[in-house]
């Protein structure tokens, strides 16, 4: 029988960016365990600011259908969100709100299973953007997303040269949400009785 296949993103693409280096820990842990990890970046599916005249003129764009199927192959997934001003960064937003407009096999939002990331360089840790990406994943788009969750907070001194977290409490933390996720997204995809 396969492993689920677990999708893992970050909401940013800066370069240096801290919730993409959580992301690529998580793909990182995942890469040990028993499933199928698929780590992308946003900068591989550029998109313009939605606009329901764009979409009606020019249909929804490439990069957001093939957002789209990942999410809708994927049996977990992994979303690291930045904070600004209290919210999620608009380049997340974005991709899911296009996501959300494509059409295709599957339903990219309630068929795997969401795991949520936040990091910041301040003391919340991004929690507050944390609570508005729950928000979106789980009451607009009626996904299924786990209560536990992986916050990093003081993003500029917890990594470690070689990318993982200087906490060995966050580590294993990390390590036990992407076990849970990999867990309920098996069972979810009737995987594992
Ligand atoms: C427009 C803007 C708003 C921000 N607002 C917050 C905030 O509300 N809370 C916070 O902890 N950090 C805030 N920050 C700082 C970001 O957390 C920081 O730039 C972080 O490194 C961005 O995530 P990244 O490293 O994954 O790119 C903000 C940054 C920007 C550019």
Known sequence: MRTPRILTFAGSIRTGSYSAALAALAAKELSSLDCEPVLISLADYPLPIYDADHEASEGVPAPAMQLRDQLASADGVF???????????PLLKNAIDWASRAKGQGDPFTKPVFAIGCTSPGALGGYRASMMLRQVLALGLNGLVLAEQAMV????????EDGGLKDERAQQRLR??????????????????
């Open 79 to 89: 979303i690291v969100t930045p904070e600004y001003n209290a919210g999620v960064p």
């Open 153 to 160: 907070a003081g993003a500029g001194n917890a990594f470690a």
């Open 176 to 193: 036990t949400l992407m076990t849970t996720l990999i867990e309920q997204a098996a069972l979810r995809a009737g995987l594992r009785a």
